[in-house]
């Protein structure tokens, strides 16, 4: 084992990642991915690598993200043991309250490093079993009806056996029809992103428990917490709660308005407050989903890794990219399965593609 380090080097860089397909949803449409990578290397020259996906919708950027950045790598500086983390985290968090996204960035790089001085993949690191870790699902964005056909023609030619379906239009139903015909041995899953109100709720997930779907995921908006309550009470599907699941503090107050908490590293701040989520939804009765943005590997990699823990992933953000987009490596996912063992990398297992 190498002893703690008291010197540490950091660095960030801004990264645009083109799309594979636009992907819209109910808010709207994304042609490419602002990521922000992070890398935080010992003295020794072993570097450990995270990435920032900001989203809008949350208040970040990636210019919010590089302006914040210079404060909590200073504060990683300040410390100086990369096997710290949650002193460093604490820290980030007192000097940046805010910028989930970019405090994101540094946990997985520290996780990424730390593991990696060990000599272990980080789910070794936490004592986690590879095999627990479910299969992904594969999103499918709002488009017109006869292109979400084709592109689910393709994820099921490519072996995806659970699938998410964007929803939120006046065609819904024409729309999940028509992949359910393409996708008759599929998992389905269902996200509004905030577009229904509780009675379409109530009302669609009648017609959608009949063509098989799984659950619904954010029907409601954020906003509004007893609508919410309301469309989970109606619902004969079960409801995922996404927007309003943003950090800790939320899980007590969605535990009566929803059955599966739906975590995202970016929304909640890095790897170690993902955790305390997932123990705190278990707590609550819920289950646990984890979810992402569209994302480098660099980023998605950390997110595997807590794959065992897990009722379900939608961890796709890297899939979504166009080919050879991504500057990392990650975590093989054929046809959605985590495959943590395939390749026995230490760390998060995101590695440079030059390397």
Same mark, same amino acid.
């Given at each position: 084992?190498?002893?703690?380090?008291?010197?540490?080097?950091?660095?960030?860089?801004?990264?645009?990642?083109?799309? #594979?397909?636009?992907? &819209?949803?109910?808010?709207?449409?994304?042609?490419?991915?602002?990521?922000?990578?992070?890398? +935080?290397?010992?003295?020794? $020259?072993?570097?450990?690598?995270?990435?920032?996906?900001?989203?809008?919708?949350?208040? !970040?950027?990636?210019?919010?993200?590089?302006?914040?950045?210079? %404060?909590?790598?200073?504060?990683?500086?300040?410390?100086?043991?990369?096997?710290?983390?949650?002193?460093?985290?604490?820290?980030? !968090?007192?000097?940046?309250?805010?910028?989930?996204?970019?405090?994101?960035?540094?946990? +997985?790089?520290?996780? %990424?490093?730390?593991?990696?001085?060990? *000599?272990?993949?980080?789910?070794?690191?936490?004592?986690?079993?590879?095999?627990?870790?479910?299969?992904?699902?594969?999103?499918?964005?709002?488009?017109?009806?006869?292109?979400?056909?084709?592109? &689910?023609?393709?994820?099921?030619?490519?072996?995806?056996? &659970?699938?998410?379906?964007?929803?939120? &239009?006046?065609?819904?139903?024409?729309?999940?029809?028509?992949?359910?015909?393409?996708?008759?041995?599929?998992?389905?899953?269902?996200?509004?992103?905030?577009?229904?109100?509780?009675? #379409?709720?109530?009302?669609?997930?009648?017609?959608?428990?009949?063509?098989?779907?799984?659950?619904? #995921?954010?029907?409601?908006?954020?906003?509004?917490?007893?609508? /919410?309550?309301?469309?989970?009470?109606?619902?004969?599907?079960?409801?995922?709660?996404?927007?309003?699941?943003?950090? /800790?503090?939320?899980?007590?107050? +969605?535990?009566?308005?929803?059955?599966?908490?739906?975590?995202?590293?970016?929304?909640?701040?890095?790897? /170690?407050?993902?955790?305390?989520?997932?123990?705190?939804?278990?707590?609550?009765?819920?289950?646990?989903?984890?979810?992402?943005?569209?994302?480098?590997?660099?980023?998605?990699?950390?997110?595997?890794?807590?794959?065992?823990?897990? %009722?379900?992933?939608?961890?796709? *953000?890297?899939?979504? /990219?166009?080919? %050879?987009?991504?500057?990392?490596? $990650?975590?093989?996912?054929?046809?959605?399965? +985590?495959?943590?063992?395939?390749?026995?990398?230490?760390?998060?297992?995101?590695?440079?593609?030059?390397?």
């Amino acid at each position: 084992m190498t002893a703690p380090s008291s010197s540490l080097t950091t660095s960030f860089e801004r990264v645009s990642l083109p799309l #594979e397909h636009d992907f &819209t949803i109910s808010r709207g449409t994304t042609v490419a991915a602002e990521n922000v990578i992070v890398r +935080i290397a010992d003295e020794g $020259g072993m570097v450990g690598v995270g990435a920032a996906a900001p989203s809008a919708h949350y208040g !970040e950027t990636a210019d919010t993200v590089a302006a914040v950045l210079p %404060d909590l790598l200073a504060a990683v500086e300040t410390v100086g043991d990369p096997h710290a983390i949650a002193a460093i985290e604490a820290r980030m !968090e007192s000097v940046v309250s805010d910028n989930p996204a970019a405090r994101c960035a540094v946990s +997985i790089a520290l996780h %990424d490093l730390a593991a990696k001085r060990l *000599g272990v993949p980080l789910y070794r690191l936490w004592g986690l079993n590879p095999a627990d870790a479910p299969t992904s699902s594969f999103t499918i964005g709002i488009d017109d009806t006869a292109t979400m056909r084709e592109k &689910t023609r393709e994820a099921v030619d490519a072996g995806y056996s &659970t699938l998410k379906l964007k929803l939120g &239009t006046d065609r819904d139903r024409e729309v999940v029809e028509a992949v359910c015909e393409e996708a008759s041995d599929a998992t389905l899953r269902v996200d509004a992103n905030e577009a229904w109100t509780p009675r #379409e709720t109530a009302r669609k997930s009648e017609w959608l428990a009949d063509l098989g779907v799984e659950f619904i #995921e954010q029907p409601l908006p954020a906003s509004d917490p007893a609508g /919410l309550k309301d469309a989970h009470e109606r619902s004969v599907l079960p409801i995922a709660a996404d927007e309003s699941c943003v950090t /800790l503090s939320d899980i007590p107050r +969605i535990a009566d308005r929803c059955d599966i908490a739906n975590l995202k590293l970016m929304k909640c701040g890095g790897l /170690l407050e993902a955790k305390r989520m997932i123990h705190a939804a278990r707590a609550h009765g819920l289950e646990v989903m984890l979810g992402c943005m569209v994302e480098s590997n660099a980023a998605i990699a950390a997110g595997c890794h807590l794959g065992p823990l897990l %009722d379900y992933a939608d961890l796709d *953000g890297s899939l979504l /990219l166009a080919e %050879d987009a991504d500057p990392f490596e $990650g975590v093989a996912m054929p046809e959605g399965r +985590i495959e943590l063992g395939a390749v026995e990398r230490n760390g998060t297992g995101a590695v440079e593609r030059s390397e």
